[in-house]
């Protein structure tokens, strides 16, 4: 069986443009563009939060005035969507979210440059352009598509540099990315790998659960006892499971493979761990 072991990120993401002259943060406008029970609960209290306290100074709570570093650790690995919602909860955040929003325009026209789509022509260095300058604005997608022009091109070291940076400020796919190219390393670091692999496996990242299955499978990284190495066993077909379901079709053969090696009731038990499972909250 051959093993899909390269770097890569989904590539169909939807982004929209932010058409900032219509936000409108008062509480109506909020409860119309809050589509899911989790915005309306965070709006509501990132809501209290800025406006509760009628007695202290607006400046004392402005989102905006944060440093970047700090501004990036909260909002670097924003999805688009996360970010759009997060731009509307008052003109402070929407102002400092400003840099990620242009991030977010930069890293759809380097997507085009690099598929060749949208009416454009196929360009790897102006795709590596764009992902740069939405890198420098803070966006770990941009980091990591970054990273994967600069693996394309053979410049591994950069890659890697991009990797570690999105992974830092947790991207599960900066994270599995990290890993993987740990563990192609030679000599292989499989202690750093598997930090990074168990961070983007519960974040609920398909590549990373898969790939963790296959190191504990193999025993990488692993203390090879026979009582451990049977929970290594069982962890492993969970995370099978969970990459099978989610359309990671090589993962389907490795974990028949393992579930043989299991007792029946190993056999439910990994079952019923898998369809109770839940993905951690992400870190942003």
């Not at 997060?86 to 380097?110: F, I, K, N, T, Y």
């Not at 192609?184 to 496996?201: G, I, R």
């Amino acid at each position: 069986m051959k093993e899909r072991t390269r770097p890569d990120r989904w590539e169909g993401l939807p982004f929209i443009a932010l058409s900032l002259t219509k936000i409108n943060c008062d509480n109506r406008r909020l409860e119309l563009y809050s589509n899911s029970s989790t915005n309306k609960s965070k709006i509501k209290r990132h809501r209290h939060h800025f406006y509760s306290k009628s007695s202290q100074s607006t400046d004392d709570h402005d989102f905006a005035t944060l440093p970047f570093d700090i501004l990036t650790k909260i909002a670097a690995s924003f999805t688009h969507p996360q970010l759009r919602a997060a731009s509307l909860v008052c003109r402070s955040w929407r102002d400092g979210l400003r840099p990620l929003r242009e991030a977010m325009v930069l890293l759809m026209w380097g997507k085009r440059f690099k598929h060749g789509r949208g009416g454009v022509r196929k360009n790897l260095d102006k795709a590596l352009d764009s992902f740069l300058k939405g890198a420098e604005r803070g966006s770990t997608l941009a980091m990591v598509d970054a990273g994967l022009i600069y693996w394309e091109f053979g410049k591994k070291e950069k890659a890697i540099g991009f990797y570690k940076k999105a992974a830092e400020h947790g991207d599960p796919a900066g994270q599995c990315n990290l890993a993987i190219s740990y563990l192609q390393a030679q000599p292989p670091k499989v202690e750093e790998a598997l930090k990074w692999l168990y961070q983007a496996a519960f974040a609920g990242h398909v590549r990373a659960q898969y790939q963790l299955a296959l190191c504990l499978h193999k025993g990488r990284g692993v203390d090879c006892s026979l009582q451990q190495a049977e929970g290594e066993m069982m962890k492993a077909v969970v995370y099978l499971e969970l990459a099978t379901r989610a359309g990671e079709t090589a993962a389907a053969h490795v974990k028949n493979v393992i579930l043989q090696q299991l007792s029946a009731t190993s056999q439910n038990h990994v079952m019923l761990l898998a369809d109770n499972w839940r993905a951690l909250p992400s870190s942003c």
